[in-house]
């Protein structure tokens, strides 16, 4: 139980144009999604906390224009990169809270890896 | 706000033998202690969890101890194994959210 998707697991576009990721958790409710960025060896970013229904809340920094979070439902949330740039290129990742033993714990995508050209 | 150290930054140990990751964190509100393990190019998975009503918690080889009074826990492996080779994250509890450590990564040598 506690499965989480994340798609597509890698995309490539070119400058200017948006991308949309969507986080699945398969196998249970999520009443809280996450969004996260993750650098090369580095530890993980919260970009943004999403209850379903309600917008989300963006951490301090990460432009809300730019990276746009619909969470429609309590099984999805979308992330699109807006108007992206090469500086956006990153491996995003979700997650979701809400599973079958526990109402805090986190489970995670696989992440998605974005590279703008 | 919330602020969480782990330490070592990375760890090498021959199969076999025991590793001990330390985290410490700043919010004495902070009521829950994920561990999570990544693999290259992959999402982080939960490989186990502690309460701040509990002590020491055990599966199989790994365990985790938490210390309340000092704000510290651990993350114990024993008999460790190649495939136990990985970036390890610890993470705290904070409102909804969690604050994460800026991992170990641990290398498991044949």
């Known amino acids: 139980g506690a499965v989480v998707s994340q798609h597509p697991s890698r995309v490539i576009c070119k400058s200017g144009t948006s991308v949309k990721i969507e986080c699945r958790s398969l196998d249970f409710q999520a009443t809280t999604m996450f969004w996260y960025r993750q650098f090369p060896k580095k530890s993980l970013m919260l970009m943004a906390t999403s209850n379903e229904g309600s917008k989300a809340t963006y951490e301090q920094g990460v432009e809300k224009d730019k990276f746009l979070i619909n969470h429609a439902s309590l099984t999805l949330s979308t992330l699109t990169v807006t108007s992206a740039h090469p500086e956006d290129s990153s491996f995003y990742i979700c997650?979701?809270?809400?599973?079958?033993?526990?109402?805090?714990?986190?489970?995670f995508g696989p992440g998605t890896r974005l590279t703008v050209l | 706000g919330e602020n969480v150290e782990q330490h070592p930054s990375t760890l090498s140990v021959q199969e076999g033998d025991s590793a001990v990751i330390k985290c410490t964190y700043s919010d004495s509100a902070s009521n829950y202690f994920p561990w999570y393990k990544q693999e290259l190019g992959k999402g982080p998975q939960l490989i186990i969890d502690?309460?701040?009503?509990?002590g020491e918690k055990k599966d199989q080889r790994i365990a985790v101890t938490l210390n309340k009074t000092a704000k510290h826990f651990s993350l114990h492996i024993t008999e460790t194994q190649p495939e136990d080779s990985a970036v390890y994250f610890c993470a705290a509890s904070y409102g909804q959210n969690f604050v994460f450590g800026p991992g170990t990564r641990l290398s498991v040598l044949p």
């Open positions: 502690i309460r701040s009503n509990v």
């Open positions: 997650s979701a809270k809400g599973g079958p033993s526990s109402t805090d714990t986190q489970y």
